[in-house]
């Protein structure tokens, strides 16, 4: 950052003239005001540093503009600007999250001494904020999408997981990425330039799957005409994952935990042992714990598989994650199609947050990778959507009161803003609008 950006607001013209001459050779924009309505409503367009406020103004008090500043832009510092007949209110204002106060009439190496912390402040909380984003951003797989605070502790244990050559068991229901995982794990592993091999274990027989995991020798029954090399070998110094591990007939249960616990198998028709080196990944998305229970999982296997377990949380447990995962997934498919759609209408919105998605992530894809290729305009509307979406939109309609188009329009652009925790750039982005059309809707319908 070049120069640092400063607001002085007072509603007397003076105070912020000699504040703003007083400064002019130091490296700072200085911008005045002399209400505490049009400061806030320039910072939405472009962003201060610092505020100079003085706690008596016409209209929003400068405890009024505090608030606003702490809530919507929390790394902004806030001086007040006070006669010594409020010093008290100033001392409160400091406890509401002012960093500091000066007196009238203003002393200029007095201030300029405040503003200077102040702005190290600012510049270490951001350092310290672009520091976590950057680790976060090593410790989130690049292709799974998600902020929320289940998310979060997900990519945390993969980061955690990842190099230890450790059995993993992911758990989650059908669609929420247990693959994706699996690959992430294997990406950040000792193993990555080694093989990773995929495997359902779901709707085979004993045979076949032993077949395709273990491999078969030649002539070792009708119809093997040459040496085939199984999954497990084809896996070797790599990666396998077993996908819906729980589908697994119980006697090949027996074979697999023979291997795990030998890491070595004997192919088809043969009678020499040979060792495997892998780390095995398996999911499902049936709670395990509950088959051994049931006797239809064997209990060794599953705490042989179960060194380190990760839970992946359905989508209907992270709503905060839908929009990300709509603008990834619009961006992923407007360029695979050739097209510009650019976001969602509100009503499309406000069905895809009051459905559960039973097929998770997966569902959800497939729905904006079809209204994409529907769609002929920059926004997915509800006529994009699948019939059966747009039924359950009709039938909630039915229940609730009616809003009109500008009640709708406040209500989703106010969701959209309190999902991405008020960033304007993120919420024009995935509402499809240039950011000065978001502010100006936005001061329209009162959400500043």
Known sequence: MDRFR???????????????????????EVETFLDGESALQRFEQAEFDLVLCDLR???????????????????????????????????EAIRAGAFHYVTKPIKMAELRL?????????????????????????????????????????????????????NVLIQGE??????????????????????????????????????ELFGHEKGAFTGATETKIGLLEAAHRGT???????????????????????????????????????????????????????????????YRLNVVLIALPPLRARPDDIPLLIRHFLRKYSRAFGKEVKGVSAEVLDILAAYPFPGNVRELENIIERAVALSDETEITARDLPSDLRELSMRSLETQPRLSLEEKEKQYIQEVLIKTNYKKSLAAEILGLPRTTLWRKMKRHGLE
């Open 6 to 28: 400063i607001a002085v607001i007072d509603d007397e013209p003076i105070v912020g003239r000699e504040v703003k001459r007083g400064l002019s050779r130091d490296p700072y």
């Open 57 to 91: 103004l016409p209209g929003l008090s400068g405890l009024d503009v505090l608030k606003s500043v702490r809530q919507r832009h929390p790394q902004s510092e806030v001086i007040l600007i006070t006669a010594y007949s409020s010093v008290d209110t100033a001392i």
């Open 114 to 166: 405040l503003i200077k912390r102040a702005l190290e402040k600012v510049m270490l909380v951001r350092e310290k904020e672009a520091l976590k984003e950057a680790l976060f951003s090593q410790l989130r797989p690049a292709e799974i999408i998600g902020n929320s605070k289940v998310m979060r502790e997900v990519f945390r244990l993969i980061d955690k997981v990842a190099p230890l050559d450790t």
């Open 174 to 211: 059908s669609g929420t990425g247990k693959e994706m995982v699996a690959r992430a794990l294997h990406q950040r592993s000792a193993r990555k330039d080694q093989p990773f091999v995929s495997f359902n274990c779901g709707g085979f027989t004993e045979e076949l799957i032993a077949n």
């Open 240 to 302: 396998i994952f077993l996908d819906e591990i729980g589908e697994m007939p119980v006697s090949m249960q027996v074979k697999l935990l023979r291997f795990v616990e030998e890491r070595t198998l004997l192919r088809v028709g043969a009678v020499k042992p040979r060792p495997v080196d892998v780390r095995l990944i398996a999911a499902s998305n049936q709670e395990l714990k509950a088959m051994v229970t049931a006797h239809t999982f064997r209990e060794d296997l599953y």
